[in-house]
C-alpha cells in the first residue's frame, strides 16, 4: 500500500483516493478495496491515517491452494474469526461475510491460485488521539504468489531476549501494533546471524516464534507447545487435529531434548528447525511426514478433510 498524502488527509476527511480500475484492464495485481478493486500503486491512505500512527489495525495471514478442483482457500472462516475478534477488541466492527467475499473476489480478480492473502481492516483519518472513535474502519485485501515467513530450508533459529507480548498486557491475535514485538525479535536474530527468533517466557517455557507456533517430536510422540501469550494458531490446530498430538506447556530445557523441533505457520506451513542457539537437530522424519499430509490436506487431496476448504 502507498501511503502517500491526499487531499482528503488536509481535510481530515473520509480517506480512500483511488480510481477503481477493473482487473482485467491491468496487468498489476488488484487490491480490494472497501468494496472496490483498485490498483495497489495508487495512494490510498492520508498521512493522519490512525493505524498509521498506532497501529491500530488488524491482519490475517490466509492461503489459497491450487487443487484438482480449482483454486480453494484454507480455513478461510477460521482466519475470517480471528480478525473478528481482533477487530472488536479495538472496537472495530468487522463484518466476516463481507471480509469473506473480498478474499474470493480479490483471488479471482488476480487469478492466483496458490497464494498469500492479507486482509487488513484498520481506522482511517481522524485525530491524532489515541481514542478509535470517529475514526472510519477500512478494508482492504492483497494477494501475492510470494511467501513471507519462514521460506525453504531448515530454520536456524535463536532464543529472544525480547518477551513475547504477555496476554494481560495484548491479547494473541493479529493487531498490528502487536507485530512490533515480533519485529524486534526478528531483527536480534537476524543481527546475530539467524532465520527466526523464538519467544520464552520468564519462568524459562517457550512461546512461539514471531510469526508461527512451536511443536516438537519426542521418541515419536508429537507435542504442540502450549502458552497464553501465543497466537491460537489455524495451522497448530490444523496439525492438531490431523497428528492427535498432545498440547501443553513446553519449557526450553525439554525443548532442546526433542528429536525434532518445528514451526508451524499459514505461510510457514510446517517448518523444521535445524538448531536453536547451535544445538542441533539431526534427521526430522516426523516432520516431513506431517508436511507431506499437510501439503496433502491444504491441497484437497484428502476426502476428510475438504470441508477445510473454500472453493474461489
Ligand atoms: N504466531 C504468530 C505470532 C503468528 O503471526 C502466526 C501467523 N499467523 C502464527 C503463530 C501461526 O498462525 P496461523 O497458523 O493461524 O497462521
Redesign the pocket.
Known sequence: MSLTATNAADSGTESVAAPSTGAAASPAPSYWLDGRLIDPSQPVAPLNTHALHYGSAVF??IRSYATADGAAVFRLP??ME?MRRGAAMIGMDFDVELGTRAVLETLRANGHRDAYIRPLAWFGVGSFGLDVEGHPPHLMVATSSTNV?LTGGRARVSVSRWRRNPSSSLP?L?LCGA?VN?ILAKREAKSRGFDEALFVDAEGNVV??????VFMVRNGRVTAVEHGD?????????LLQLSGAESRTVSLAELLEADEVFA?????EVAPMAEIDGHGFGANPVTRELQELYARVVRGQSADHRHWLTSV
Open positions: 490475517e495471514g477460521e482466519h480471528r515467513h494473541p493479529k507485530y515480533s512461539e516464534c514471531t510469526g508461527a507456533n501465543a497466537l491460537p494458531g489455524v495451522t497448530r490446530d490444523t508451524c505457520g499459514t505461510a510457514a
